[in-house]
């Protein structure tokens, strides 16, 4: 399985970027969670969001109202639509692949890094003042 982020770039403040994620191999996509991380220098990688094989999505606090992630499963692509981007939006924004075991899984489960299976190598995103 390989995911492949794309999309980043330098934007400045106030901008919007959209990354995207795509999938290959041996992966039932639509039947997968897929969430977005970042890592800023010197920081350890944190969640962002995540979109549910049923479409739900659930974001962090600091995205919230100005990120949006949606998905296309005839595509096996995931995006990330980043508006009102801040300076402290900077960082390598990497995308993963969860399974969802349980429709009843709670999206918070996916905060986690663990509850991946498969990520991506990560895309660039600075945004300047």
């Known amino acids: 399985v390989q995911l492949q982020a794309s999309g980043g770039g330098l934007v400045q403040a106030g901008g919007s970027l959209r990354l995207s994620c795509a999938a290959s191999?041996?992966?039932?996509?639509?039947?997968?969670?897929m969430g977005w991380f970042r890592q800023a220098p010197g920081k350890e990688r944190e969640f962002v969001g995540v979109?549910?094989?049923?479409?739900?999505?659930h974001y962090s606090e600091s995205v919230e109202g100005r990120f949006t992630i949606s998905r296309d499963n005839a595509k096996n692509t995931v995006y990330l639509q980043m508006n009102s981007l801040k300076p402290e939006d900077t960082a390598v924004y990497y995308c993963?692949?969860?399974?969802?075991?349980?429709?009843?899984?709670?999206?918070?489960?996916?905060?986690?890094?663990?509850?991946?299976?498969?990520w991506g190598q990560g895309t660039l995103v600075t945004v300047s003042t």
């Open positions: 191999g041996r992966i039932f996509f639509s039947s997968n969670a």
């Open positions: 979109i549910g094989s049923r479409s739900t999505t």
């Open positions: 993963a692949a969860a399974p969802v075991r349980s429709v009843i899984t709670p999206m918070t489960f996916f905060e986690r890094r663990t509850a991946y299976n498969f």
